[in-house]
């Protein structure tokens, strides 16, 4: 037996140092992406010191290779490094596809002054180092360092983006890729966002970007979460901010865990609580604020498919200024005509009445699979739920009773797919479904503001983009929106009448009580919305943009159906059923110029916009709440022509300057009169010194000049009981000019890693200045807040 299995063994050795190791492999490396040949791509035999590169056709050849199966490590600059195996047998080709384009799997995204929304339209982003000296302050208050942004605010607390001297339903704010339904018709309903939650935000100037909405004719705030690299990591950050001004602060932390496999968990919370704000010369009476937030991301991304789980949870309760809540006609005409308060109590964190509470539920599914040579499908569902309650002044029984209660209920789904299997141009195509359903609770025992309606969303879009050559990038895009809203509303039999709509709307009346009529209205709306530019790169350094777009967008909620008291707002605010879609023509142009040294953006900006809906103050009525200003909304045509300008110097390697200029002009174009809260022209100069040798010591110096409002409209009259007579009631004049300094200072000092603690410093209205806002709502009432002193620990770990 042990001879026949020696002469098995000579045999196969014989066969085995016979056989001709002459074969050759000759493979291909292409892109996945778009099947393009990819150059320089290395090329390893393991367990041979064999390794070759690519040519530019993407082909490699390895001679004198023996049949069977080898394994190749192929790697590229840009691509995952892959190992793959291949049977030879005799001469032999492979083609090998490798995922290049490698943002794709990590989502890294360009942060600086490159946008990456749209090629042709104005878009700024901000730095992370600003979102983090704004984590404690709000959405708005952060995006105020972009020029054209500003802010239309109720006191300190409740901040509104405004954008190019639009705000409100005109701008759309995007979440973690979800658009937010939160009621922003209000001017007193701020975004229902944690900034700490999605730290790479940009601001996206006019409807250039109609992907996301052909109704943001004012722009697109873009929130996304910062990126998670496809690596095994586990990492987190806590910043803790404390604030003289208001005596509180907040806190955020936020612990991420990965897998080279791309599973990745990230969960991050924050808290702030804050006392009543002060004023130069006096307290701000119920002013504090307390707020949470928690969010949870949990999905897994290759580069051929990946999908995505998250949840966020919001909740306000923000109070409102006592003083701005008035008992009578006369006292109305006095606080707003004074200089002071009526009203003025102790420092106290309480939140009494009047005051809101908002909560806010997100959820998303997303799901997103690459087709070889073809594109990238995506999909996703995403469910919201806002909850808002506001409190008004009430006694008895009902003292701790809402008296507004809205509960607005959103489920949405998209899907798009996008063509970039051709090098140089992109087209994404998509269809987005939306049913919303609007509760306003009857217990409260005060009449409804807003109606119970059901609205149907549905839209189609397509976007594309074509580098003509190296130079050129042209952008395109057209969608179409349908809407519909069913509500039902009760109407006093007097305010019906009185609104004409006895006549333009008896058909939509099912039900009549007597003094009250039920109504049925139905409205559908079908909007289009186009985009085209272009992007030039001059040289290397110097670009021009320019882009036009044309957006309709239909009216909202409190626009169609607003009758009665908004409490937290402390007016009588009046819609009309007549009012239909406005429409926008926007021209923008930004001409910008990038070096090491010094560069500058200039983007003037003209946009028409025929049938503008606005609110606006037409007298005064008496309720058994108070007196209260009479708010109502009407259409007109509209011009907004305006300037947004920065410029910044690197004097040396730790001196730099920055300037910033805004500048807007509206004008109702109907009546040859001013528009109503159009943000004054404002300039804002900062010089700053780093000295990195100095644990990367920054301190910088802002100044900031808003000049006064010279554009507003007439004030209104209003009869005082107490004079017998009609006098002015003040309440368009705007407040003079002011000028606010702020110090910023930081350092960086290393714990367990490098450069793991900041440890920050920073002062706004310096010289503690009195000054009123002319987009502060509370103006009427109060000087905006005084001094703040604010102390940032950021750990990274």
Not at 162 to 179: A, D, T, Y
Request: with cysteine; charged share 20%; glycine share 8%.
């Amino acid at each position: 037996m042990k001879n026949y299995l020696y002469v098995f063994v000579i045999f196969c050795s014989s066969i085995i140092y016979a056989q001709d190791c002459n074969s050759i492999l000759i493979g291909e490396i292409v892109d996945f992406h778009d099947n393009s040949p990819l150059s320089g791509a290395t090329i390893n035999l393991t367990g041979k010191n064999l390794s070759t590169v690519s040519k530019e056709n993407g082909k490699f050849t390895f001679k004198n290779l023996c049949d069977g199966v080898l394994e190749l490590e192929i790697s590229h600059p840009e691509c995952t490094t892959k190992f793959i195996t291949v049977t030879v047998n005799g001469d032999t080709f492979s083609e090998i596809r490798l995922e290049h384009h490698l943002e794709e799997l990590t989502e890294v995204k360009v942060i600086g002054d490159v946008p990456k929304n749209t090629n042709s339209g104005q878009e700024n982003i901000l730095s992370l180092k600003d979102v983090e000296r704004n984590s404690g302050n709000s959405l708005g208050d952060a995006l105020k360092k972009i020029p054209g942004v500003s802010t239309l605010n109720t006191g300190g607390n409740i901040v509104k983006p405004v954008i190019q001297g639009l705000n409100g339903s005109r701008i759309l704010i995007l979440n973690n890729n979800v658009r937010m339904q939160d009621m922003e018709w209000g001017e007193e309903h701020a975004p229902n966002v944690d900034v700490n939650a999605n730290q790479n935000i940009s601001v996206i100037k006019g409807a250039a970007a109609i992907e996301y909405g052909g109704d943001a004719i004012g722009g697109v705030i873009v929130l996304e979460p910062l990126p998670v690299i496809r690596t095994d990591s586990l990492f987190g950050k806590t910043q803790l901010n404390l604030f003289s001004n208001g005596r509180g602060g907040n806190i955020t932390s936020s612990l991420t865990k990965s897998y080279k496999s791309g599973l990745y968990i990230k969960a991050q919370g924050s808290y702030k609580r804050l006392g009543d704000l002060e004023a130069p010369d006096y307290l701000l009476s119920n002013t504090g604020i307390k707020e949470s937030g928690l969010s949870l991301n949990v999905g897994k991304r290759d580069f051929e498919q990946g999908w995505e789980g998250y949840y966020s949870y919001f909740n306000s309760e923000i109070g409102i200024l006592r003083a701005s809540h008035i008992g009578n006609v006369d006292d109305l005409i006095n606080a707003i005509n004074s200089d002071v308060p009526s009203v003025i109590n102790d420092f106290t964190y309480d939140i009494t009445n009047p005051n809101q509470e908002v909560t806010h539920h997100l959820a998303k599914l997303n799901y997103y699979r690459r087709f070889e040579g073809f594109g990238k499908w995506t999909t996703q569902y995403d469910f919201q739920k806002n909850r808002r309650f506001e409190y008004d002044i009430r006694v008895g029984d009902d003292a701790g009773k809402a008296s507004l209660d809205l509960q607005l209920t959103t489920h949405s789904i998209l899907s798009n797919i996008k063509f970039d299997a051709k090098q140089g141009l992109d087209i994404k195509a998509g269809a987005m479904g939306r049913f919303q359903t609007n509760f306003a609770n009857p217990d409260t025992g005060v009449r409804r503001l807003i109606p119970d309606y059901d609205k149907y969303d549905f839209g189609l879009f397509a976007i594309s983009s074509y580098e003509l050559n190296n130079d050129w990038t042209l952008d395109a895009g057209a969608r179409y929106d349908f809407s519909r809203i069913d509500s039902k509303k009760f109407y006093r039999v007097s305010r019906w009448e009185e609104r004409g709509y006895d006549v333009d709307f008896a058909d939509t009346i099912i039900e009549d009580l007597g003094t009250q009529l039920l109504v049925n209205p139905v409205f559908d709306y079908h909007n289009f919305s186009g985009t085209a530019g272009f992007h030039y790169e001059l040289n290397d350094k110097d670009h021009l943009r320019f882009n036009y777009a044309y957006s309709q967008r239909a009216p909202n909620p409190s626009e169609l159906f607003s009758d009665g008291l908004h409490h937290s707002a402390a007016r009588i605010e009046l819609g009309d059923l007549r009012i239909k879609s406005e429409t926008s023509s926007k021209l923008s142009l930004s001409l910008e110029r990038n070096t090491s040294k010094w560069g500058y953006t200039f983007s003037p900006f003209l946009n028409s916009i025929k049938d503008f809906i606005l609110v606006e103050p037409t007298g005064v009525e008496f309720t058994i709440r108070g007196a209260f200003p009479v708010w109502s909304y009407r259409q007109t045509d509209a011009v907004l022509l305006g300037l947004d300008a920065s410029l910044y110097n690197n004097w040396s390697s730790r001196i730099r300057t920055d300037h910033k200029f805004a500048w807007v002009r509206g004008t109702d174009t109907e009546t040859d009169t001013p528009l109503i809260n159009i943000p004054a022209a404002n300039f804002t100069n900062s010089i700053t010194y780093t000295n990195p040798k100095w644990n990367n010591f920054l301190v910088s110096l802002e100044s900031q000049y808003v000049f006064e409002q010279t554009r507003y409209p007439d004030n209104i009259e209003v009869f005082s009981p107490e004079q017998q007579e009609d006098v002015i009631l003040d309440i368009n004049t705007p407040p003079d000019a002011y000028h606010l300094l702020s110090l910023n200072t930081e350092a960086s000092f290393t714990l367990k890693n490098k450069n793991d603690l900041t440890v920050g410093l920073s002062a706004s209205n310096l010289l503690n200045t009195n000054y009123r806002d002319y987009l502060n709502r509370q103006r009427y009432f109060v000087d905006d807040m005084g001094r703040n002193i604010s102390l940032r620990l950021i750990f990274n770990y």
